[in-house]
């Protein structure tokens, strides 16, 4: 094989090879969403400290894509970050009755959440990432068996070479 074809298979594999693994992290959040019946799953990167995008996401409905996102950055300082490097998981059932700042409420609302549930994405002791999940339609009142679906999903997710890549 000459030099020019030899470079050019070591770019197509190196994509299909990217290719097949961000399709691991997108079929997980969508066997999520379906399991706990919400209308978006996350992903959110923090890029540097406590900035972030959304580099996943699982719709019911193309209305409620918000990929591309980063997110109210002041609203998430190293306060919250402890919280979930010890493993946080907060369920939120009513955004509108949760005792969280006005910054985190607005931003929560400017995408339609209407309830939320959120899990630490934890590589190598880092906070890499939130995986969350929203409800946008109406309420929902999260159980112990969402609770423990999202830590799950976060845990497999952590180990997704996609993400430990990254």
Known sequence: MNPVNRDLSSVLSRITNKLQQ??????????????????????????????????????????????GSTGADDCFNVDYATLYLEGRIKATDDIEKATISDCHQEFLRSMQVRSNLVAPVLTNGKLWG??????????????????????????YLASAPSIIDS
Not at 26 to 54: I, M, P, T
Not at 135 to 154: K, N, P, T, V
């Open 130 to 155: 939130l995986l969350v999940a929203h409800h946008c339609q109406d309420l929902r009142f999260w159980e112990a068996s969402d609770i423990d679906s999202i830590r799950e999903y976060s845990h």
């Open 22 to 67: 961000d399709q691991i992290v997108s079929d997980a959040l969508h066997r999520l969403r379906e399991q706990l019946d919400v209308d978006r799953v996350v992903l959110y990167y923090f890029y540097k400290q406590w900035k972030g995008q959304v580099t996943f996401e699982s719709i019911s409905e193309k209305k409620y894509s918000i990929i």
